[in-house]
T-cell receptor, first 115, second 114 residues
Framework: AQTVTQSQPEMSVQEAETVTLSCTYD???????LFWYKQPPSRQMILVIR??????QNATENRFSVNFQKAAKSFSLKISDSQLGDAAMYFC????????????FGKGITLSVRP | DAGITQSPRYKITETGRQVTLMCHQT?????MFWYRQDLGHGLRLIYY???????DKGEVPDGYVVSRSKTENFPLTLESATRSQTSVYFC?????????????FGNGTRLTVT
């Protein structure tokens, strides 16, 4: 079974600075997808960024980028120019492919942004 | 309005009672999921469904029952609620055009079992 590990329960960053959130996963599959979701206090789940395992190029969405290391099974999220609105819980997730495709989440990390 | 709707938003029930959480989506997505969110555990998959009349267990299925008679609905039933089932429950859906497609989440149901 696939597992997703987010070892840091909490992190803090100064506004306008850069922060990196770590995520590792375990799988025997070669084809899969990885996601980062944001959950603000409203409880809404918001997709931040996604990465296909077969693509070597790291995904980027505005201030958000990932460092995808397939051999190391690592998928970290970098937030540049942090803003107060980035304060939230962030979840790393893995999705298998095939008939039983499902999304497996890590435990999440709470990010606070200091003004 | 298109989207995924969960009801109720909040529910308080007593130990031993049966309770059903509703989930309805308007996109005709094939896949639907039920997760529970607990502090320190993240989101854990309870059940999922790849299509109507097809359901499968996730990581924590004990004490829960699901059905999927119609593509758009995926109710979750707690047959005899226990305090350990106090949690926030999320329903989600995705289509099958690509596994890269994100899950679309409902706003969650906060369930308290007293």
């Amino acid at each position: 079974a696939q597992t997703v590990t987010q070892s840091q329960p909490e992190m803090s960053v100064q506004e306008a600075e850069t922060v990196t959130l770590s995520c590792t996963y375990d799988t025997s599959e070669s084809d899969y997808y990885l996601f980062w979701y944001k959950q603000p206090p409203s409880r809404q789940m918001i997709l931040v960024i996604r990465q296909e395992a077969y693509k070597q190029q790291n995904a980027t969405e505005n201030r958000f980028s990932v460092n995808f290391q397939k051999a190391a099974k690592s998928f970290s999220l970098k937030i540049s120019d942090s803003q107060l609105g980035d304060a939230a819980m962030y979840f790393c997730a893995y999705r298998s492919v095939g008939a039983n495709s499902k999304l497996t989440f890590g435990k999440g990390i709470t990010l606070s942004v200091r003004p | 309005d298109a989207g995924i709707t969960q009801s109720p938003r909040y529910k308080i029930t007593e130990t031993g009672r049966q309770v059903t959480l509703m989930c309805h989506q308007t996109w005709s997505h094939s896949y639907m999921f039920w997760y529970r969110q607990d502090l320190g555990h993240g989101l854990r998959l309870i059940y999922y469904s790849a299509a109507a009349d097809i359901t499968d267990k996730g990581e924590v299925p004990d004490g829960y029952v699901v059905s999927r008679s119609k593509t758009e609905n995926f109710p979750l039933t707690l047959e005899s609620a226990t305090r350990s089932q106090t949690s926030v429950y999320f329903c989600a859906s995705s289509d099958t055009s690509s596994y890269n497609s994100p899950l679309h989440f409902g706003n969650g149901t906060r369930l308290t079992v007293t």
